[in-house]
């Protein structure tokens, strides 16, 4: 299915969401509702979030084809993103961003957080390489997980980074 250029109504005018549904299953994801919520949220903390996003969301299958050919990972991961290397600009595409939903929906119920919680995640995170933001060393990962926990925390979802709290498995 090709991207919805349309506008949605409660999308900040600087960046705009085009959602390419291209393959799996999202229909129970709440996709548009949620990537609304997640871009407003980003927007409100990151000043100068401008330009044109095109979110694919797929399956794993494709998203193994696009990891292997462009980053020589034969396996699929939850999100790609794509840069596309031109300046930020409101009419400017900045890049792409790519979800697995089988592996969103694995990752999710391994850590028991709810499908949508996990999807929003990925789409603020995807959206920060977008505009520069990377994990490659300690201090910018640091800073990256710093925003995209305080963003989730404006959306009422819990740090994904946070540890688990651990049960007591052991008799005293």
């Known amino acids: 299915m090709a991207p919805d250029p349309a506008s949605r109504p409660g999308l900040p005018a600087r960046l705009q969401i085009e959602i390419a549904e291209e393959a799996g299953d999202w229909s129970d994801v709440g ?7 997640a871009v407003g949220a980003l927007s409100a903390r990151v000043g100068d979030a401008e330009g044109i996003v095109v979110l694919a969301l797929a399956d794993d299958a494709m998203v193994r084809d696009l990891n292997r050919r462009f980053r020589g990972k034969d396996k699929p991961t939850n999100v790609l993103s794509f840069p596309s290397g031109e300046p930020g600009g409101a009419d400017t595409h900045i890049g792409d961003v790519i979800l697995a939903i089988e592996t969103l929906r694995r ?3 391994a ?16 959206i920060l390489h977008l505009m520069g933001y990377d994990h ?12 995209e926990t305080a963003i989730l925390a404006d959306l009422g979802i819990d740090d994904p980074y946070a540890e688990p709290a651990i049960a007591d498995s052991e008799p005293r």
């Open 136 to 147: 490659e060393s300690d201090d910018d990962a640091k800073r990256m997980e710093c925003l």
């Open 31 to 37: 996709a548009a509702a949620r990537v609304d919520a």
């Open 111 to 126: 850590d028991g957080k709810p499908v949508g919680d996990h999807f929003a995640h990925l789409v603020i995170h995807g």
């Open 107 to 109: 990752e999710a119920a």
